[in-house]
């Protein structure tokens, strides 16, 4: 079985990887910092790091575009620098591509996103390499399992939806 990686970010990471790791396929998920300028970063020092996802998941049950489908649903992409009540650098939205595959799903999925009209504005999300991540602290890891009712601004949005394709292909006109 081979398995993959995706870095993603997208506001407080407590909410994606409650609603990403419930996903089929998704073999496991950690909570960090990422894309940014301190090293060891931490809660209290993570400089200009975004709060993101690390999911390890299997290709034959999940695909990236999947992935990256449930992310554009789960998070608000036209808002710079914020999610919900989250404001500042930490809560931009943004994808750390693994390899040129990726890179390219997802600009392509960017740009799905950006054709169908069904997002309140045009998308922000930030393309770049993935670079170091480093884990948050226990207390942030499976934040929502160990308190339910904890704070999260994010929920799948049934009216954002892309059609389904095949990874590799163009989405049908």
Same mark, same amino acid.
């Given at each position: 079985?081979?398995?993959q990686r995706a870095v993603l970010a997208g506001g407080c990471f407590w909410g994606m990887q409650d609603l990403i790791r419930k996903r089929a396929g998704v073999i496991s998920t950690r909570v960090g910092y990422t894309g940014g300028d301190v090293p060891n970063a931490t809660y209290r020092n993570h400089g200009t790091h975004a709060e993101g996802i690390e999911i390890i998941f299997d290709p034959e049950v999940v695909s990236y575009r999947d992935l990256l489908a449930l992310f554009f649903q789960i998070h608000d992409p036209t808002t710079?620098? /914020?999610q919900g009540n989250d404001i500042g650098l930490s809560y931009r939205s943004a994808i750390y591509y693994v390899d040129e595959a990726q890179h390219q799903m997802a600009?392509?999925?960017i740009a799905d996103v950006e054709a169908s009209g069904l997002w309140p504005g045009k998308v922000v999300t930030e393309v770049e390499p993935v670079g170091a991540f480093w884990? $948050?602290?226990p207390e942030h890891q499976d934040y929502l399992e160990r308190i339910p009712n904890?704070?999260?601004c994010h929920f799948p949005r $049934?009216?954002?939806v892309l059609?389904? /394709?095949e990874q590799g292909t163009q989405a049908a006109e």
């Open positions: 079985m081979s398995h710079p620098n /914020r600009l392509e999925t884990e $948050a602290e904890g704070y999260t $049934a009216d954002w059609p389904k /394709r």
